[in-house]
Each structure stands twice: as C-alpha cells, then as structure tokens.
C-alpha cells in the first residue's frame, strides 16, 4: 500500500532559524512527488514536483530534494510569512490518477 | 485563466441528512477532479476521483457517493450523515498531462450534529 510519512508533525522556529522538513514515502513505482503549501481555512497550494532521486528544485527560501525514500523541505532564513502546514504528496506509476498526501508538518515562524 | 468554484462554503447539518457539495472548473477541458477529506489538525484523505464523465474511483468505502454529470462539475453526495463526516471537504483539479498538479478550491467546512 502506498504511504507518506511527514516529520515532525510541528516545528516552531525563530525568524532566520533554518531547518528542514521530512517526507518518507513507499510507493510501488514513484511517478511524482509533490509539495504543497496550506494555510488555515484555505485549500493547499502546489509549490514543487520532484521526478526522479538527486533531483532539487528551489523557490525564494524553500528547496525541495529527492532520495529513493524520502524527500526534504529545506528553508532557509525563514519569515513569520512562510508559517503554514507544509504537505507532502506522492503519485504512483500505477495508478496514476491517484494523489496521496502525508499529514503534513505545521510550521510556525516566530519574529 | 482556469478558476475552481465550490460550494457552499460552510454548512452545519443534522446526523441522517442528505448531503449535496458541488465543485465547477472554469477555463480548462477534460480535466482530473478529485475530492478530498481533512479532519481537523490532518492531511488530506483521497475519498474520489475522476478521469472522465462518469469515470468515478471511490478510495474509502463509506456512506459517501461522487458524480460527474459534465465534464467540469463534480458533486459529493450522502444520503444520510453520520457524525463521523465532520471535516473539511476540498475539491482539486488537475490538467491530464501534469496530473500530480492540484489545483484546490476553497473548500467546505462540513459539521454533522
């Protein structure tokens, strides 16, 4: 059965305090995993997809890579803006429709 | 520009109701829609999705039904409510070819009494 695993489940940080984000995943045949940013009462929104391990991809503070097992949210010199719940999904190569999401990591920043 | 509507925002309704939550895609064609479940403090949990006009996967066998009657309307239905539907139900869509790329609507919050 596919799964996604997120750690730690909340992470508090001091403005400037850089950090990183986990996502485990055992999936038969990963065709995609993808990071999206949710904050309260709102839908999440899609940051990164990563395709294949060694693969990073960056956005203002956030840098996404990708193992064979696990995917790593880096942010660097965070701001109060970037707090949200960070989530973490995969996509099979079979199956292919079919989106599975972690639960997600709260992030707070403090000032 | 492609734009999700989905409604209503917020409904408080009695255990044994019926339920009826719609989502419409604007400014794309054929595209993937799913809806998606998240208790309070959790992730997102794959109740349906559809690659088509009534191409309907269902993930958790429970008293909740989807439907696709055109080819940017998705509907989630109940039949009777059970305490336990309480959440926040979210529709997404996605364009074929990139299809691991939600695009999500504002959601519902959805409390059963």
């Known amino acids: 059965e596919d799964q996604v695993t997120q750690s730690p489940e909340a992470l508090r940080l001091q403005e400037g305090e850089s950090s990183s984000l986990n996502c485990s995943y055992t999936?038969?045949?990963?065709?995609?995993l993808f990071w999206y940013r949710q904050d309260p009462g709102k839908g999440p929104e899609f940051l990164f997809t990563l395709y294949s391990a060694g693969e990073e991809k960056e956005k203002e503070r956030l840098k996404a890579t990708l193992t064979k097992k696990e995917s790593f949210l880096h942010i660097t010199a965070p701001k109060p803006e970037d707090s949200a719940t960070y989530l973490c999904?995969?996509?099979?190569?079979?199956?292919?429709?079919?989106?599975?999401f972690g639960s997600g990591t709260r992030l707070s920043i403090r000032p | 520009s492609q734009t999700i509507h989905q409604w209503p925002a917020t409904l408080v309704q009695p255990v044994g109701s019926p339920l009826s939550l719609e989502c419409t895609v604007e400014?794309?064609?054929?595209?993937?829609l799913y809806w998606y479940r998240q208790a309070a403090g959790r992730g997102l949990q794959l109740l349906f999705y559809?690659?088509?006009?009534?191409?309907i996967s269902s993930e958790v066998p429970q008293n909740l039904s989807a439907s696709r009657p055109q080819d940017r309307q998705f509907i989630l239905s109940s039949k009777k409510l059970l305490l336990s539907d309480s959440g926040f139900y979210l529709c997404?869509?996605?364009?074929?070819?990139?299809?691991?790329?939600?695009?999500f609507g504002e959601g519902s919050r959805l409390t059963v009494l």
């Open positions: 997404a869509w996605s364009v074929y070819r990139r299809t691991g790329e939600l695009f």
């Open positions: 559809s690659v088509g006009i009534g191409q």
């Open positions: 999936v038969s045949g990963l065709r995609g």
């Open positions: 999904a995969v996509q099979a190569s079979r199956g292919a429709s079919k989106i599975i």
């Open positions: 400014g794309t064609s054929n595209p993937n």
